[in-house]
């Protein structure tokens, strides 16, 4: 069975700094990547999401991730945070060719982005 | 338009007592799923639906834990005999059909449930 790992549980940097959040699983197959946030007070929402073709993948809000096939990783990376990226980060997985649509999710990653 | 929509919001319980949650995907989604989350953990898949048939309930965790699924629509989480461990957060998702593998999830607010 596929597992995630999130390093980092909690993250605090300054407005402006850059950011990368680690996500590593473990599934030797063929993956669908997603990246997940979820704001104070509101639902989980989709960030980005990696399925196939260039591996550097854009998302909303400045975002982008990329999938490195070598490492297992899919990191989350921002060049300059704002206040406004303070939220909760889920790394999640896909194991694309089992057939399966159930995601396995990292256990997520605390941003806290001081003004 | 309305998103995946959960209720109660909030569901305090005593242990041993049954409990019914329930979730409305977004209109015209043929899939939906049911997580959980525990205090400091990540998503746990519990079981998927397409249709009303759950190809897929390898993540119940007992067989305290059902799930139905009407109508192509609502679905019905039920937690018999509740156990202290089955406090967590309980979030619904849904996706639209569609070709290939899989569709982006749309998740709901989730139901909070206490048991005392």
Redesign the interface.
């Known amino acids: 069975a596929q597992s995630?790992s999130?390093h980092n549980h909690h993250v605090i940097l300054s407005e402006a700094a850059s950011l990368e959040l680690g996500c590593n699983y473990s599934y030797g197959g063929t993956v669908?990547l997603f990246w997940?946030v979820q704001y104070p007070g509101q639902?989980?929402?989709?960030l980005l999401?990696y399925?196939s073709g260039d591996p550097l993948v854009k998302g909303i809000k400045g975002f982008e991730a990329e999938f490195i096939k070598s490492k297992f990783s899919f990191n989350l990376r921002k060049p300059s945070v704002q206040w406004s990226d303070t939220a909760e980060y889920?790394c999640?997985v896909?194991a694309?060719d089992t057939?399966?649509?159930?995601?396995?999710?990292?256990?997520?990653t605390r941003l806290q982005v001081q003004p | 338009g309305a998103g995946v929509s959960q209720s109660p919001s909030n569901k305090v319980t005593e242990k041993g007592k049954d409990v019914e949650l329930r979730c409305d995907p977004i209109s015209g989604h043929t899939a939906l799923y049911w997580y959980r989350q525990s205090l400091g953990q990540g998503l746990e898949f519990l079981i998927y639906f397409q249709g009303n048939s759950a190809p897929d309930k390898s993540g119940l965790p007992s067989d305290r834990f059902s799930a139905e699924r009407t109508g192509g629509s609502v679905s019905t989480l039920t937690i018999q005999r509740t156990q202290q461990e089955d406090s967590a957060v309980y979030l619904c998702a849904s996706s639209p059909p569609g070709t290939g593998s899989y569709n982006e999830q749309f998740f709901g607010p989730g139901t909070r449930l206490t048991v005392l």
Do not use: D, E, I, M
Not at chain 1, 43 to 46: K, Y
Not at chain 1, 99 to 108: E, I
């Open positions: 995630v999130q669908n997940y639902h989980l929402q989709l999401k399925f889920f999640a896909n694309q057939g399966r649509r159930a995601l396995t999710f990292g256990s997520g």
